[in-house]
């Protein structure tokens, strides 16, 4: 396994990272074995799913932040009686507490998903759970939350949009207002890899992976995305925004990638595991924040300790483990969080460039249209296609609809939905700057109005006149 160590114990404030450890399996190593291995990387927080005694009494004095689960059959006693919460806690808390240093309590997990729709026991229930831990005086040492995933916002794109279904409103009305007067964070389980698996034609995996070269842009706010784990994030933000609750801090229970998966699951592979988990693990522990919440911590749990082979589903269900039950690692990972961005490409590497056009069936108004909206609500930088500028010539519509269209393309990382314009554009695989801009005087004056790295766009004008400084001092 070499020695590479997580970074967690040198966290002293700031975020944290943590791992979940599940044992939905029948051939891990012992909770004392797999304690010891959490120990020996030297991780400080981890999640488990229920109040095992024998894994309680593993994490004793090890000093590692526990976080226990009640799982949703148990939602209806404990939100039912009182007497019930006081007993669990009797028998489940206090013998093992404090040498087993628990944390978080979350009652139920992702409730809004499970077949039998058990929300509305879920606030009862961490009720009675306060209350039996005020009668403590743990309430303070001890926060209580519920998980979720994201299908309980209705919209996550752009991230300011971000909103709450509504079909849950009774059960996060009453949520929310426990979480903010508690001070506990809402819990999120967040997985860009089923983002990618179950819509590739509109979310790039260099985007999914922490290692887009291009930025999306959120046309309401301006704000930069170079990847989708931040903005899910943001937009859980801005949904509890909306409903005026700012205090509220986000916190991910829950996040990984698979390094195997059936035929169809092309990206579950060690290698793209390594990238997710290496680069999230950096950009968390340097308090990057987000782009909404520059500098917020943000605390992480990886999903998962062990693959655990009696997960139903898909093959990728069984194959989120950082480990394999032998305790040998599934793959080498980066764990100090502080060498190179794993997997960062050149422009346009592994894959195909693509560029995005006005289409020559596109009537005169609805181009122009289209090119009034990229250029203001798109946020599109448009200056390189006014008059006397390096991208103006020649002067008709297509060529400037064109430019605008691929700058937009570009910058919301080249996916089908960024190239549609209401039917106006549509994408190529040729380089098309020789047809578009002919009089344009070098290749590199066409690949700057038609190029494929969004940051062309933001340096033409400065790298023409310095071209044409360069051509005069020759002259």
């Known amino acids: 396994m070499g020695s590479s160590k997580f970074p967690f114990a040198v966290l002293c404030r700031g975020s944290i990272v943590g791992v979940c450890y599940g044992r939905n399996a029948d051939d891990l190593p012992t909770p004392d074995k797999a304690v010891d291995l959490i120990q ?50 009797k028998n489940n808390i206090l013998p093992y507490y404090p040498a087993t240093k628990i944390t978080y309590i979350t009652v139920g997990a992702e409730v809004t998903e499970a077949p039998n729709n058990e929300s509305a026991l879920v606030v009862p229930a961490m009720h009675n759970i306060l209350t039996s831990l005020k009668k403590l005086g743990l309430h303070k040492k001890i926060k209580v939350s519920t998980t979720h995933s994201l299908g309980v916002l209705s919209r996550s794109f752009p991230p300011s949009a971000g909103a709450f279904s509504s079909k849950h409103a009774l059960f996060l009305k009453p949520l929310l207002e426990f979480l903010a007067e508690n001070q506990s964070p809402f819990m999120i389980d967040i997985y860009p890899y089923y983002a990618y698996r179950d819509s590739p034609s509109n979310v790039s995996l260099d985007y999914a992976l922490f290692q887009s070269s291009s930025e ?30 700012r205090t509220i801090k986000v916190m991910v229970t829950e996040t990984g990638w ?124 448009c200056s390189p296609i006014q008059p006397s500028q390096p991208c103006f010539q020649p002067d008709n519509l297509a060529s400037h609809a ?74």
């Not at 903005?231 to 609750?245: C, K, S, V």
């Not at 393309?409 to 098309?432: H, S």
Request: with cysteine.
């Open 40 to 89: 020996q990387h030297n991780i400080k927080y981890a999640r488990i799913y229920d109040a095992n005694i024998q894994v309680l009494k593993a994490f004793a004095n090890t000093g590692i932040e526990l976080m226990i689960g009640i799982s949703n059959s148990d939602l209806l006693p404990f939100s039912q009686f009182q007497s019930n919460a006081d007993t669990w806690l």
């Open 402 to 475: 064109s430019y605008a269209f691929n700058a937009y393309y570009q910058q919301n990382g080249a996916t089908d939905i960024a190239c549609t314009f209401g039917g106006t554009g549509v994408r190529v695989d040729k380089d098309p700057s020789n047809a578009l801009f002919p009089s344009v005087q070098t290749l590199l004056h066409r690949s700057l109005c038609l190029g494929s790295d969004a940051m062309h766009f933001l340096n033409c004008k400065l790298v023409y006149f310095a071209l044409q400084a360069m051509i005069t001092a020759c002259i």
């Open 216 to 245: 999306v842009i959120d046309p309401n706010t301006g704000l930069l995305y170079t990847n989708m784990f931040d903005a899910q994030i943001d937009a859980l933000y801005f949904a509890l925004m909306a409903l005026n609750f």
């Open 258 to 381: 698979p390094s195997k998966g059936s035929p169809k699951e092309t990206a579950a592979t060690p290698d793209n595991a390594q990238i997710y988990n290496a680069n999230l693990i950096r950009h968390v522990i340097n308090d990057t924040g987000t782009p909404a919440k520059p500098g917020e911590d943000v605390d992480v749990y990886i999903f998962s300790l062990f693959n655990e082979n009696r997960k139903p589903g898909l093959e990728s269900e069984r194959n989120w483990g950082l480990f394999y039950p032998d305790q040998t690692s599934v793959y080498n990972l980066d764990f100090s969080g502080r060498g190179a961005v794993v997997g960062m490409p050149t422009p346009n590497s592994g894959t195909t460039k693509t560029w995005c056009i006005a289409s020559s069936n596109a009537t005169q108004l609805d181009l122009q249209n289209a090119v009034d909206w990229a250029c203001s609500t798109g946020n599109v930088d």
